[in-house]
Structures are given as C-alpha cells and as structure tokens.
T-cell receptor, first 114, second 109 residues
Framework: GAGVSQSPSNKVTEKGKDVELRCDPI?????LYWYRQSLGQGLEFLIY????????KSGLPSDRFSAERTGGSVSTLTIQRTQQEDSAVYLC????????????FGPGTRLLVL | AQRVTQPEKLLSVFKGAPVELKCNYS??????LFWYVQYSRQRLQLLLR??SRESIKGFTADLNKGETSFHLKKPFAQEEDSAMYYC???????????FGAGTRLFVKA
C-alpha cells in the first residue's frame, strides 16, 4: 500500500504568515509523529499522537506551534506567525501501535520563511 | 538529560574498507536504540534496532551499556552504503525518539 504522504512538498512563506502542513499516515497506523529537521541538525521530536490524542506535546518549540489529528488518520501541523528560524524540513512518521514499533517516514515538507 | 551524540558529521572510507559510525547516548534508564538511514533522494528508514540483534545489509550494532555506546559497523563498505546515518534512542515506556545529528558516510570507489 501507499506509504506516509505529506503535503505540500515545499512551502515558501513570508515571516508572520500562518502555515499548515499535512500528513497522511499509513492506513491502520495508530501512532503518528512529527519531527523537525533543521540544516545541520538531527531530527527534533515535536509531537506524538496515539489515535486522536497527543499524550506527549513536550517537543513543540513554542505556542505558535500546534497539531491536531482527526479520525485517527490525517494530521495537520500549524505554525502561526512564522519566523525565519522555523525554516526546516518537517517530517511525519507513523507506526502501527507506537512505542517501539518501526516508524515509517514521509518525504517531508520543506518550509522556507522569508 | 537524554541525548544522542554522533561525533562525526562526515566519514569517508574506501570501498572494501571497514567502517564504524560512532554513537554515544545519555539516558538513565534502559533505552531502546536504533539506526536509521537516508539514502540520496529517499525517505528516512529504519536500518536496525538493538533488540533485534540482526545484521542488515552487512551492518551490525552492539549496545555497550558500560560505555553507553551503540556504534554501527560493517567489515567491508560498499559504494551503495553511502548515505546519511542517524542513531536514535527511544525512552522506555515513552514515545519520544531522540535522534543524533547524523553522520554522512561516503564510500569511495
């Protein structure tokens, strides 16, 4: 079946604008993760969903970042009032049940804030 | 604090030479450790995990709790091994995976 998909693949926005990034996990996967990959950095954990709930939001860098997941499937990551330091690749991953299950990654959304 | 350190940003070896990508971690409990790989223009994917104790594509990694290390090794590197490699730690009972900064492996012909 299809893997994890993300849209858009690239997004250029102006500082101060809001952006929405979308993730479609593998069908049937209950766990969903968002990561951020800045230039020269490793992957930074942002948030984890089990079903529609997010038991761990500790990685969200500021209150400008929020995420939701509906129907146990699609998730959106919203960044309000974007700043230049938000420029990065945002990766989504899903796994069957979570915890130590293998995570399957999407292709990422490359965000550039001018 | 939980941390994963990959001291080498770039590692260049000749084809057929042994390769070792270093990973050290900081974690107070019993971690689960992984190696992920990203080949050029492909998605990040799991290479191996320490609990499986398997060899994937000739790569092995042994967890050394005394040295808090999980180095990735291959006795004879191949050109197709050229990729970005990330070491990662999952805190037991949690869902937060902590990644290292990654090491780019370049295997020269």
């Amino acid at each position: 079946g299809a893997g994890v998909s993300q849209s858009p693949s690239n997004k250029v926005t102006e500082k101060g604008k809001d952006v929405e990034l979308r993730c479609d996990p593998i069908s049937g996967h209950t766990a969903l993760y968002w990561y951020r990959q800045s230039l020269g950095q490793g992957l930074e954990f942002l948030i984890y969903f089990q079903g529609n709930s997010a038991p761990d939001k500790s990685g969200l860098p500021s209150d400008r970042f929020s995420a939701e997941r509906t129907g146990g499937s699609v998730s959106t990551l919203t960044i309000q009032r974007t700043q230049q330091e938000d420029s990065a690749v945002y990766l989504c991953a899903s796994s069957l049940y979570g915890n130590s299950e293998t995570q399957y990654f999407g292709p990422g959304t490359r965000l550039l804030v001018l | 604090a939980q941390r994963v350190t990959q001291p080498e940003k770039l590692l260049s070896v000749f084809k057929g030479a042994p390769v070792e990508l270093k990973c050290n971690y900081s974690y107070s409990g019993s971690p689960e450790l992984f190696w992920y790989v990203q080949y050029s223009r492909q998605r990040l994917q799991l290479l191996l995990r320490h609990i499986s104790r398997e060899s994937i594509k000739g790569f092995t990694a042994d967890l050394n709790k005394g040295e808090t290390s999980f180095h990735l090794k291959k006795p004879f590197a191949q050109e197709e091994d050229s990729a970005m490699y990330y070491c990662a730690l999952l805190n037991t009972g949690g869902f937060k995976t902590i990644f290292g900064a990654g090491t780019r492996l370049f295997v020269k012909a």
